[in-house]
């Protein structure tokens, strides 16, 4: 089974429902499936915040990477302030397109279709995922730091793959937020991961 990356910037807001269909089978139990229109309105601040993965064979969209760029106001909500995850409530004029003095990322979603779990979907887009934030970096955009919130077991043994270290236990949903900087963000952007997970956040 082959596989080709696809990128925000190449796409347009159509290609969302796609997301979104996997969002519906993905986070349906846990209850964190997010609107349409409020993935719309985020994407329209900066379209530069999705990293997908589809099947050359079938074209089925097989799995994405969901990062937006946050204003110092929401950075600093989710990772010091929130005591339930911030998701799909995120409003727009929370984000700022990316920007050349430094730029931090929040992880609103991973999620893999369940139909490609044991394929080389997962390997493959993270690897397409740090080697687009190197191209972003390349590009004049740099990265200061990445949070994600864990809302799985899965989750959380992806994040730790990925070097990011628990940052704290939200009180409202028992949710985990995690960062990702300095030194363990440049052994990310190395490639340099840590004993292998499950991507899903």
Not at 59 to 84: V, W
Not at 137 to 163: C, F, N, W
Not at 164 to 181: A, H, S, T
Request: charged share 30%.
């Amino acid at each position: 089974m082959n596989f080709k990356l696809q990128y925000g910037e190449d796409f347009d807001e159509n290609y969302l429902k796609r997301i979104m269909e996997i969002d519906e089978i993905v986070y349906a139990e846990d209850g964190y499936v997010g609107e349409l229109k409020n993935m719309v309105a985020r994407y329209l601040v900066d379209p530069r915040q999705f990293v997908c993965i589809e099947d050359t064979e079938s074209g089925r969209l097989a799995g994405y990477i969901n990062f937006i760029p946050c204003t110092k106001a929401l950075y600093e909500d989710i990772r010091y302030q929130s005591e339930h995850i911030r998701d799909d409530d995120i409003r727009p004029q929370e984000l700022e397109p990316l920007k050349q003095t430094g730029n931090d990322l929040f992880i609103i979603s991973i999620a893999l279709h369940p139909d490609f779990k044991d394929t080389d979907a997962i390997k493959d887009l993270s690897n397409g995922w740090i080697d687009y934030l190197n191209r972003l970096e390349t590009s004049g955009y740099p990265i200061t730091s990445i949070t994600a919130t864990a809302v799985s077991p899965d989750g959380r043994k992806a994040l730790h793959r990925m070097q990011f270290e628990q940052e704290r236990i939200l009180r409202e949903d028992g949710n985990i937020v995690y960062v990702c900087e300095e030194q363990n963000l440049q052994k990310l952007k190395k490639k340099e991961l840590r004993l292998h997970g499950q991507l899903r956040k």
